[in-house]
């Protein structure tokens, strides 16, 4: 696994922090994780390093779901925008 996934409430909602590189074997478990929040939640990729074609698939997937992506670096932002 190349990421760690953590999860925080604050109380009013879930916040999921992804850290490290998503990459294509990490996406089937970022799934199965993000199924478990109940309530609403936000995804923090703050530290995210990477993604790979399959690991921004799924944040775009996420994103059309109407789940908010918070702490994108720029280049991730071009890619979730392109």
């Given amino acids: 696994m190349t ?6 409430s604050d ?3 879930t ?7 998503l990459q ?11 199924r478990a929040v109940r309530g609403p939640w936000i995804l ?7 993604a790979d074609a399959d690991g921004v698939q799924l944040l775009l997937d996420l ?3 109407g789940v908010p992506i918070h702490g994108a670096s720029p280049y991730l932002e071009l890619l979730l925008n392109s």
Avoid: F
């Avoid at 990421?3 to 925080?8: A, C, D, E, G, S």
């Avoid at 916040?15 to 590189?21: A, E, M, T, W």
């Avoid at 294509?24 to 993000?34: H, L, P, S, W």
């Fill in 11 to 13: 109380g009013a909602r």
């Fill in 44 to 50: 923090n990729v703050a530290n995210l390093l990477s």
């Fill in 24 to 34: 294509t074997q990490d996406t089937t478990e970022v799934t199965r994780g993000i």
């Fill in 63 to 65: 994103r059309s779901t």
């Fill in 15 to 21: 916040i999921v922090q992804i850290d490290g590189r």
């Fill in 3 to 8: 990421i760690r996934m953590t999860q925080i």
